[in-house]
């Protein structure tokens, strides 16, 4: 099992992960964020993205404190001066969330930050499913899913879609 926490798999893994990681060494992401225990999910760590696939970053913050979070992002100089910056609060399943996505070089970056442990955030958890998932059911599966995404579906979806769950943003938290 890859050790997700630690970026250096990306240094060894296929070109987007080890540009990846070029990018998020050169800004030292992970460096400015580390008071916020972040964590790379989605597609790019288990080699299912597509063109268009950002980077995840999953964050732990109180979003009681939200503006002293944008104002640390801002201090650290994290995002560079002239990059457009979205800054979103939504609910998920009844949590508040908040989402920043901004380009860092060619890169789409995503920060997804809730108020619990980023290990402990649904985003971070089907990842760990997802790549099981991979590795059981083999190469034929994976690309099959990669068709899918590159169709329009989402992640969960499309596991969801080939394994026949109910409900895939649950029943992948069962894996």
């Known amino acids: 099992m890859i050790d997700f926490t630690n970026l250096n798999y990306l240094k060894?893994?296929?070109?987007?992960?080890?540009?990846?990681?070029?990018?998020?060494?050169?800004?030292?992401?992970?460096?400015?964020?580390?008071?916020?225990?972040?964590?790379?999910?989605?597609?790019?760590?288990?080699e299912i993205d597509i063109e268009n696939s950002d980077l995840d970053i999953i964050c732990e913050i109180d979003l009681q404190f939200e503006e002293g979070f944008l104002d640390d992002i801002r201090s650290s100089r994290l995002i560079p001066t002239d990059a457009e910056v979205k800054v979103e609060n939504i609910m998920i399943n009844g949590e508040k969330s908040m989402v920043l996505n901004f380009m860092l070089e060619e890169i789409q970056v995503e920060i997804f930050g809730q108020n619990k442990p980023s290990l402990e955030q649904n985003a971070y958890r089907h990842m760990l499913a997802e790549y099981r998932i991979l590795q059981e059911q083999g190469e034929e599966f994976k690309h099959k899913i990669i068709e899918l995404k590159k169709q329009g579906i989402k992640t969960e979806p499309a596991f969801g879609l080939l394994m026949e769950l109910e409900n895939p943003y649950e029943d992948l938290l069962k894996f």
């Open 12 to 46: 060894t893994g296929n070109k987007k992960q080890k540009r990846a990681y070029e990018v998020l060494e050169k800004y030292k992401v992970f460096e400015k964020l580390k008071v916020y225990s972040p964590v790379l999910a989605g597609t790019i760590p288990i």
